[in-house]
């Protein structure tokens, strides 16, 4: 198992920046893909950014492309959201999330994470 603990999230003004990050123990963390969903009121959660294993490969939603940077620290075990030119319908709780099967083509589906942090919530006022 792995446990996944996100910080750095806040309220922020639109145009500004924020950076998350994703802690893990318990496991190997370079076992892992890891990505980041978000959910905001009322809406389904949805993909976001995510990365391979030892972040060859990345890919973003359309909505985010060009403004946030999905990035690793193997050594470190942490997971960085680097998120630029904030909008308030950046507004949600952003989930970290892994699993330990093949990257593939299905990144973007949520089924495929097994393992899952708490969240943590962004605010983007205008």
């Known amino acids: 198992q792995v446990q996944l603990v996100e910080s750095g999230g806040g309220l922020v003004q639109a145009g500004g920046s924020l950076r998350l990050s994703c802690a893990a123990s318990g496991r190997t963390f370079s076992r892992y893909v890891m990505g980041w969903f978000r959910q905001a009121p009322g809406k389904e959660r949805e993909f976001v950014a995510a990365i391979s294993r030892y972040g060859s490969t990345t890919d973003y939603a359309d909505s985010v492309k060009g403004r946030f940077t999905i990035s690793r620290d193997n050594g470190k075990n942490i997971m960085f959201l680097q998120m630029a030119s904030l909008k308030p319908e950046d507004t949600a709780v952003y989930y970290c999330?892994?699993?330990?099967?093949?990257?593939?083509?299905?990144?973007?589906?949520?089924?495929?994470?097994?393992?899952w942090g708490q969240g943590t919530q962004v605010t983007v006022s205008s």
């Open positions: 999330a892994a699993h330990d099967g093949s990257y593939s083509g299905n990144y973007y589906s949520q089924s495929k994470y097994n393992y």
